[in-house]
């Protein structure tokens, strides 16, 4: 049998990592191609980190799913300031307080879903309308009572707390979009919390991640939220003690 070589083994790994690997030399530098490579995906980065969320484009796509969208802030002014203090980021903003009174039902919201531009606007302007897309036939038979959509700007996960106890939402789901890496920039999250209140930890919340093109697809993601949705509101309860245990057959 004869041994591979070490090109043909790193074919190999390339084809299971976007890792960059086996770039080769040019004397003592890298080649011209992968350096310009990793300059675009730099560029692409701070493109996805500083690109403001198209709002009235995005209020505008979630009408096909809610009655209504709310433009909400955080405590943190601008984007530099966001970047600077996250604690700013979690904290909502005493106008977006005073304008989700105005929204509470007589009834309490089973779920409150918050779309929040995070540290990637941009994985959130391409991937939250066709994951919606694939997720609302999966819980509609339920007949949640679900809040008007919470479009916010300079948000961090922890926003999604206070935007909850404001509408009195037992449930809330935080789309978000991720730190921006260098082969994935437009990654997007969520963050399923219930009950939260001002002592919330990560450990009270269930995470699916990665959501995104050469990740999680939006029907894996949107079969793992509805499962995760209907244990929570049944248990009462989310993160360390709920298991995404999700199969195909478990939701009904």
């Known amino acids: 049998m004869m041994r591979k070589t070490v090109p043909e083994i790193l074919a190999e790994y390339k084809a299971y990592t976007p890792a960059r690997i086996g770039i080769g030399n040019t004397g003592t530098s890298i080649p011209s191609s992968a350096s310009l490579a990793f300059a675009w995906a730099h560029a692409a980065a701070k493109d996805a980190l500083?690109?403001?969320?198209?709002?009235?484009?995005?209020?505008?796509?979630?009408?096909?799913?809610?009655?209504?969208?709310?433009?909400?802030?955080?405590?943190?002014?601008?984007r530099e300031e966001y970047l600077l203090r996250p604690d700013l980021g979690r904290q909502l903003s005493?106008?977006?307080?005073?304008?989700?009174?105005q929204w509470k039902s007589a009834k309490?919201?089973?779920?409150?879903?918050?779309?929040?531009?995070?540290?990637?606007?941009?994985?959130?302007?391409?991937?939250?309308?066709?994951?919606?897309?694939?997720?609302?036939?999966l819980i509609e038979k339920a007949k949640y009572q679900i809040a008007p959509a919470c479009l916010a700007t300079e948000a961090r996960v922890a926003l999604g707390d206070g935007i909850a106890q404001s509408l009195e939402a037992k449930l809330v789901?935080?789309?978000?979009?991720?730190?921006?890496?260098?082969?994935?920039p437009t990654s997007m999250s969520l963050y399923l919390t219930f009950a939260p209140n001002e002592v919330t930890s990560d450990a009270q919340r269930n995470c699916i991640s990665n959501i995104q093109a050469k990740g999680?697809?939006?029907a894996t993601a949107a079969q793992n939220?509805?499962?995760?949705?209907?244990?929570?509101?049944?248990?009462?309860?989310?993160?360390i003690q709920l298991k995404n245990t999700f199969s195909q057959n478990e939701i009904q």
Request: net charge negative; with cysteine; proline share 6%.
């Open 173 to 184: 789901v935080v789309l978000i979009g991720e730190r921006p890496g260098l082969s994935a």
């Open 50 to 78: 500083t690109t403001p969320l198209d709002y009235l484009e995005m209020a505008s796509e979630m009408e096909a799913f809610f009655c209504s969208t709310v433009r909400v802030k955080s405590k943190a002014n601008d």
């Open 216 to 218: 999680m697809s939006y």
């Open 108 to 137: 309490p919201y089973d779920l409150v879903f918050v779309l929040g531009d995070g540290l990637s606007p941009a994985a959130i302007q391409q991937h939250a309308l066709p994951f919606f897309t694939a997720l609302f036939p």
């Open 94 to 101: 005493d106008e977006s307080r005073e304008e989700l009174q």
């Open 225 to 239: 939220c509805a499962f995760l949705i209907e244990q929570a509101l049944k248990r009462n309860e989310t993160g």
